[in-house]
């Protein structure tokens, strides 16, 4: 199991989650983050630090955040397991699915 960043984080991306996690196992698209599978040791550190919530281990995870568990496989079908967010240079492209939500206004 990991955890699961879900709909809250689109559009925010606050990036405190990434500060946080030891492993760089968080990765950035356009619109929101990602979490690694392989790499995330379940720490947790995650969780508490995102001001959105919108962090979830995936057991726990709300029924109707469903496909953003999927989003999360799609989007690392792609870059793979690079071994840290790091060495990947800048954001990568949402998943079609995150992309086509509508864009949340900022507050």
Do not use: W
């Not at 405190?16 to 550190?45: K, S, W």
């Amino acid at each position: 199991m990991t955890y699961v960043v879900a709909e809250p984080c689109v559009d925010v991306l606050d990036r405190a989650c990434l500060e946080e996690c030891p492993v760089e196992c968080i990765y950035e698209g356009g619109r929101m983050a990602y979490i690694q599978p392989e790499e995330c040791v379940d720490c947790g550190a995650c969780e508490p630090v995102c001001p959105v919530e919108a962090i979830f281990y995936e057991d726990d995870l709300p029924e109707h955040y469903g496909p953003f568990a999927e989003a999360n496989v799609v989007f690392f079908a792609s870059i793979g397991s690079p071994g840290g967010a790091s060495k990947v240079s800048g954001p990568q492209p949402d998943v079609a699915f995150v992309a086509a939500l509508p864009v949340k206004e900022s507050e």
